[in-house]
């Protein structure tokens, strides 16, 4: 496997969840989406290797992405979560295509997902 999530689960709104993901390779364009029940999968933050991510309106000052290269991780911090973020969640990795599209189909490779539950 390239990429291999952790960290998921439930939590009340309001609480934060930490997600990480294990990066077998090098990549140009990491970032992670997240895919809700009868909806599309959707792009929530990328980055091109070395420089800073960029987030979805829906999400941005509440999560924040950065990566470890020492570690080969790549981590999602989600804070100040509501239901509507109720989703599973992806990392992806693809080529420098991928960050400027920010679209599902140019990710070529995708972890296996885990499961991120927010309660009212």
């Known amino acids: 496997a390239q990429l291999v999530e952790s960290g998921g689960g439930s939590v009340q709104a309001g609480g934060s969840l930490r997600l990480s993901c294990a990066v077998f390779g090098r990549f140009d364009c990491m970032g992670w989406f997240r895919q809700a029940p009868g909806s599309e999968r959707e792009w929530v933050t990328s980055f091109h290797d070395g420089e800073q991510p960029t987030y979805a309106d829906s999400v941005k000052g509440r999560f924040t992405s950065s990566q470890d290269n020492i570690k080969n991780a790549l981590y999602l911090q989600m804070n100040s979560l509501k239901p509507d973020d109720t989703a599973m969640y992806y990392c992806?990795?693809?080529?420098?295509?991928?960050?400027?599209?920010?679209?599902?189909?140019?990710?070529?490779?995708w972890g296996q997902g885990t499961q991120v539950t927010v309660s009212s």
């Open positions: 992806a990795a693809g080529g420098s295509v991928a960050c400027f599209s920010h679209r599902f189909i140019d990710f070529a490779y």
